[in-house]
C-alpha cells in the first residue's frame, strides 16, 4: 500500500478519531511546507493540548496567532493552555484579545471568567458567567460555574438553582451533585442535602468530597457519630488535610472518644500533613530586642462576625501599644462590617485570603515577628500548614478550637487552671499549656444588646430551659439528660435554636429523640431563622435557665445567656472543649453552676426550677455580675495576657 499524502484534513480526520500520533505526523509533514499554515500550529496545539503538554501546545498555539493574528480562535486556545501553565495575566489578554476580535466568540468569555474564578476574582467572574449563558442557556458547565461563583459571593439560594440547571442538563454529574449539597448544607437544608451528596457518591462511590461533605452533615445533624465514618471513607480516597481537621474537630463531639485516642489522631495529622514543612526545631531562640516592642502576630479566618471576634476584639482594642506591636494576618474571604473594625484597630493588617501557604509565612517572616499566635486550630479556613512552616520563632494556639493542634511546630496552648487542670491534661497535647493566672480569655458583649428582663416563668408559669448552641453539640447522651430533666419537671419546656433546626429531618429526629426519652414534642420548641444580633439575644426573654452541652461545652452562647441574665448548668468533662462552662461559670462566680454528673446536672436543673424566687434575683444582678467580673476586664485579662506573650517570645515557660 502507497503512504497517503499528507494533507490538513487528514490530520484533522485522525485527530478527531484519537490517532493522536498518526496526526501528529502528519502535522510534521506538513510543517516541511513554506510557510506552514497557520491552521496546522494551531492543530499540533490541539494534539499537545489533549496530551496534557502545555507548553508545547502554549508555542505552537503562539506560532498560529504569530501566522494568523486576526484569528480569535487561536488567542482563545493560547488563553487556555497559558491558564493551565499558571500564566493567568496572559491568558486573561489572549482570551480578551480574542473576544476583540470575535465578540459572538462565547468559550472566550466562559474560559475568561473561568481564570477569574481560579483567581478568587468571583465579583468579576458573575457577570462574565451570566454573559455566556445569555448564548447557551443549556449549558451544564456555564450554569455550575456560575454557582460556585454565586457561593462564594454569599448568595448561595440563586447558586443552588443554577446547580439544578446544570443537574437538569447533566442529571448524574457528581461534581454539581456534590457542590448542591454543600450549598443546600450552607444554607441548614440537611435532607436535601443528604440526598444530593448520597446521589454523588452512588455515581461515584470513593468521592472524596462528597464524603466530606456528608461528615460535615451529620456532624450538623447533631451525630457525630455517623460522620466519623464519613471522614475516614473521604481520607482513604484522598488523604486531604482539610478533611482530616474535620475529623479531629468531630472527635471533639463524641462523649465515648478517649483523650489518648483524640490525641494520637491530632499527632496522626502532624504528621501526615505538616511535618515534612516544620524545619528542624532551633536550639535557642534570640529574646526580642529589649529597646523595642514585642511583635505580636494574631492568624485567623475568623475577623469577621465570628465567635472569635467577640474573646479577640477586646484584647486587641486593650493592647498597650508602648509595649506591643501587633500584626494580624486575615484569611477572611467574606469581610464584614467587624472585619473593617478590627483593620482599624490592628497597627498592621495582613490580607492572606488569596495567598499561598509559602507565600504567607514569607510575609510573616519578613515582618519578624516575635511571637505568631494561631486562633483556629483545626476548625474551618485554618491556615496551621502556615504555622508548620515555623514563620515565627515562638509560636501558640489561643482560644479558636478546643483541644491540641498535634503540631511540633506550635510551642504553646494558651488556657487557664480550671479548663486545663494541672497534671491532668499535659500529655494530650503536643503544645506546652500556658495557664494564665485567671480565666483563658475574655468577652466583650454586642454593642446592640436588649435589657434583661423579668423572669418568665412568672408569666408563664412554668420553666423555660433554652440552649441555642449550634445542634451540632446537641448529642444524643445530651438529649437523653435534658430528656430526664424535662420528665422531671411535668411542666417545663425546652427552647432550642440552631440552623440545621428548620429542616424537618433534623426536627424528626430529635423529637423522636426526646420521644424515646418520654417528652413529647408540644414541649420543645425548636427555632432556626437567622436573626439579628439584638433580636437572637431577645430569645433569652422567653428562658429560665439554660443548658450547656456536653462532653463539647458552648463558649459564646454561655456568655451570652449570662449578659442577659440568665444562669447556665453545665457539666464539667475531662478535656478543654467540656471544661469552658466550668471555667467560665468560675470566673462568673457561678461555680455552683457546675456540675460533675449527669446524675448531678439533672438534680442542679430540678432544683434550680423549684426555687423562682432564687432565681428571679439572679436574673436581676447576673448582667452587672458578669460585667463586673474577670471575663469582661479587657484591661487586666490583657495586661496578664502580654506577661504571657513576652514570656513565650523568651521561652521561659
Known amino acids: 500500500m502507497t503512504a497517503r499524502p499528507a494533507s490538513l484534513a487528514l490530520a484533522v480526520d485522525y485527530f478527531r478519531r484519537g490517532q493522536l500520533a498518526e496526526a501528529h505526523q502528519t502535522c510534521q509533514q506538513l510543517l516541511q511546507q513554506t510557510p506552514a499554515p497557520a491552521a496546522v500550529h494551531h492543530l499540533l496545539g490541539l494534539i499537545h493540548q489533549r496530551q496534557a503538554q502545555s507548553a508545547q501546545a502554549a508555542a505552537q498555539f503562539t506560532l498560529a496567532t504569530q501566522a494568523e493574528p486576526a484569528n480569535a480562535r487561536h488567542w482563545l486556545h493560547l488563553g487556555i493552555v497559558q491558564r493551565a501553565l499558571g500564566e493567568t495575566d496572559a491568558a486573561l ?58 457561593l462564594e459571593t454569599n448568595s448561595p439560594h440563586e447558586a443552588i438553582a443554577h446547580f439544578r440547571h446544570a443537574l437538569a442538563a447533566e442529571p448524574e454529574r457528581p461534581e454539581v451533585l456534590n457542590t448542591l449539597g454543600s450549598a443546600l448544607l450552607t444554607i441548614g437544608q440537611l435532607s436535601a442535602a443528604h440526598e444530593a451528596l448520597t446521589a454523588a457518591t452512588r455515581v461515584r462511590p470513593n468521592y472524596f468530597a462528597a464524603l466530606d461533605n456528608l461528615g460535615r452533615l451529620y456532624k450538623a445533624a447533631g451525630t457525630p457519630e455517623e460522620a466519623i465514618p464519613s471522614y475516614r471513607a473521604a481520607l482513604a480516597a484522598r488523604p486531604v488535610a482539610t478533611t482530616h481537621s474535620n475529623l479531629l474537630f468531630a472527635l471533639n463531639y463524641l462523649a465515648d472518644a478517649t483523650p489518648a485516642s483524640t490525641f494520637t489522631e491530632h499527632r496522626r495529622w502532624h504528621e501526615q500533613h505538616a511535618a515534612s514543612l516544620t524545619p528542624p526545631t532551633a536550639t535557642r531562640v534570640t529574646p526580642p530586642p529589649a529597646k523595642r516592642r514585642l511583635r505580636i502576630g494574631y492568624l485567623s479566618p475568623d475577623f469577621a462576625h465570628h465567635a472569635v471576634a467577640y474573646f479577640f476584639e477586646p484584647v486587641l482594642a486593650a493592647h498597650d501599644r508602648t509595649r506591643v506591636e501587633i500584626f494580624c494576618y486575615a484569611n477572611v474571604l467574606s469581610p464584614d462590617t467587624v472585619t473593617e ?106 454593642e446592640h444588646t436588649p435589657a434583661v428582663n423579668p423572669l418568665p416563668a412568672l408569666a408563664t408559669g412554668h420553666i423555660t430551659f433554652g440552649c441555642l448552641n449550634n445542634v451540632a453539640k446537641v448529642t444524643p447522651i445530651v438529649i437523653a439528660t435534658w430528656a430526664r430533666l424535662l420528665c422531671a419537671l411535668p411542666n417545663a419546656r425546652l427552647i432550642l435554636k440552631s440552623r440545621s433546626l428548620g429542616d424537618p429531618w433534623v426536627a424528626a429526629r430529635l423529637h423522636a429523640a426526646f420521644a424515646r426519652g418520654g417528652v413529647s414534642a408540644e414541649r420543645v420548641t425548636l427555632l432556626s431563622e437567622k436573626q439579628s444580633v439584638f433580636d437572637h439575644l431577645s430569645l433569652y426573654h422567653t428562658i429560665d435557665n439554660a443548658l450547656d452541652p456536653f462532653p463539647y461545652n458552648g463558649t459564646t452562647t454561655t456568655c451570652e445567656a449570662l449578659w442577659m441574665g440568665v444562669p447556665v448548668i453545665t457539666l464539667a468533662g475531662k478535656l478543654h472543649a467540656g471544661r469552658v462552662g466550668a471555667s467560665l461559670l468560675t470566673h462568673a462566680g457561678l461555680a455552683e453552676w457546675i456540675t460533675t454528673s449527669v446524675d448531678d446536672y439533672v438534680a442542679c436543673g430540678t432544683s434550680v426550677a423549684q426555687n423562682w424566687s432564687a432565681l428571679s434575683a439572679l436574673r436581676v444582678r447576673l448582667r452587672e455580675q458578669f460585667h463586673a467580673s474577670p471575663l469582661c476586664a479587657a484591661g487586666s485579662f490583657t495586661r496578664q495576657f502580654e506577661v504571657a506573650c513576652c514570656a513565650m517570645a523568651k521561652r521561659e515557660y
Open 341 to 446: 473594625r478590627l483593620r482599624q484597630s490592628a497597627e498592621h493588617w495582613r490580607d492572606i485570603a488569596r495567598l499561598s501557604d509559602d507565600d504567607t509565612a514569607a510575609v510573616m517572616r519578613a515582618d519578624e515577628l516575635d511571637l505568631l499566635i494561631d486562633l483556629a486550630g483545626h476548625t474551618a479556613g485554618h491556615r496551621l500548614l502556615v504555622m508548620a512552616r515555623r514563620p515565627a520563632p515562638v509560636q501558640a494556639t489561643w482560644i479558636g478550637y478546643p483541644n491540641t493542634t498535634g503540631l511540633d511546630a506550635i510551642d504553646y496552648r494558651i488556657t487557664d487552671a480550671i479548663a486545663d487542670p494541672v497534671g491532668t491534661t499535659e500529655q494530650f497535647h503536643s503544645e506546652k499549656l500556658v495557664r494564665l493566672p485567671a480565666n483563658f480569655s475574655c468577652y466583650r458583649p454586642d
Open 93 to 150: 489578554a489572549a482570551l480578551r484579545h480574542a473576544q476583540q476580535l470575535d465578540s459572538t466568540l462565547a468559550d472566550a468569555v466562559l474560559q475568561e471568567a473561568n481564570v477569574l474564578k481560579s483567581l478568587g476574582r468571583y465579583t468579576d467572574a458573575l457577570p462574565l458567567y451570566r454573559k455566556f449563558l445569555e448564548g447557551a442557556p443549556q449549558s451544564a458547565s456555564g450554569h455550575y460555574n456560575l454557582g460556585v461563583a454565586l
